[in-house]
């Protein structure tokens, strides 16, 4: 699927759905701003969660191996962003755009919009520091030829309701990922070119993904690393006498979440198979491959899926949920397409479908916030019972009745 274009026309400073009057007023006021020059701003939806939210962007280099897919020799080479919980007080705190410049320079070129890609704000303050390193960790992979930058918005709704997040691109899958220093990378073959799957290419992309994430967590326990995230650093001479101090400025990784959008659903299953580290797990709305499919896990893990991916369409999710012996769970959400499972519904809520074009229907019918609302409630439960130790009431159908789109299947 190409998410590229769908990105469309994003135009409008406010949450809710406009109706027909509001776009015409909007769409003046817009073109208006760009013949003017003036910088406009797409705010997303505010955080619902108890805290305020930092973010910052992370480059690492495993020296240990070479990249599979790059067309010139050296050391796989990731960028990821941290979602956490930030001081409530924190001053001067700017917004994260959704898209940095050169992603969103090609994004514009992409859709014919220029400026537009630029506009798309975060809720989250960029730099702010982290204030609580001891809550759990959840690690977020997206879907095959897409970018981490099309979860901020959902990372970040998470992170408000106490996790740290952390969203990893894959080089050479990914349709494009920047570097803090500007780089640009572009994907090189795809497992699923020309219609057709390549399944020894598919599983070498699996294989680099897990591999990603298990150097992903490696590198959260290193404190050359973490030392590079606001708020943590180095601790000083006086704190390091101090144990409680210091164990606070550690992360939690020893015992993490991991999941994913469709490709980055399968990254999260395997994981729960290679690496305990990850203990729990989901998927959404993503077939499974590999070595996981005909082994299993005794890990828990949750499929939130559109009403049409099922069993039977999906042969793969049919070989692998008998093999899942751990807790297990399976949900679908009406109104939801595989688009659905990213950012891009929220985009769509602040225009209108019609600015959308073709690639409206992707994103499914439900409203971005409501379906962000449903993954959070149902993400939390599952995180909370098997993390944090509490709580999950929600996978045994208390309160599902408060999610009328979502349905519980049992086979």
Known sequence: MSIIK???SFLLDSIPTPNPIEMLVQSVLLSLAFALGAKAKLLVPALTGPHKVGTTVLELVDHSRQDPFAPTPGPRDLVISLFYPTDKNVKNCKLAPQFPPGTAAALDVEINAPGVAEMITTRSCLGSPM????????????????????????AGEIASHGWNVVTVDHPYDSFI????????????????????????????????????????????????VTSQIPGLGYPSSSSRSNNHSLRKSKLKTD???????????????????????????????????GTVVKEGTDSPFLFIRAPEH??????????????????KREYSVNGTVHGSFTDLPIFRDLVGREALGDYADQTGTIGGTRLL????????????????GHGGELLDGKGLNCYPEVTRHEY
């Open 6 to 8: 769908s990105i469309g």
């Open 131 to 154: 204030a609580r390193p001891d809550l759990p960790l959840l690690l977020l992979g997206p879907g095959l030829g897409t970018t981490r930058l099309f979860h901020s918005d959902m």
């Open 177 to 224: 990922v920047e570097y803090p220093d500007g780089r640009l990378v572009f994907p090189s073959d795809s497992p699923t070119a020309n219609g057709t799957v390549n399944e020894a290419l598919l599983l070498e992309f699996l294989d680099a993904r897990v591999k990603d994430m298990q150097f992903v967590l490696n590198s959260l326990s290193n404190s050359s």
């Open 255 to 289: 015992k993490v979440g991991v999941f994913g959008h469709s490709f980055g659903g399968a990254a999260a299953l395997q994981l729960l198979k290679d690496d305990k580290r990850f203990h729990v797990g989901a998927d959404l709305d993503g077939g499974v491959y």
């Open 310 to 327: 099922t069993h039977i369409t999906d042969p793969t999710w049919a070989e692998a949920w008998p093999n899942l012996r751990g807790f």
């Open 373 to 388: 609302k449903i993954e959070t409630a149902l993400l939390g439960a599952l995180f909370d019972r098997f993390l944090k």
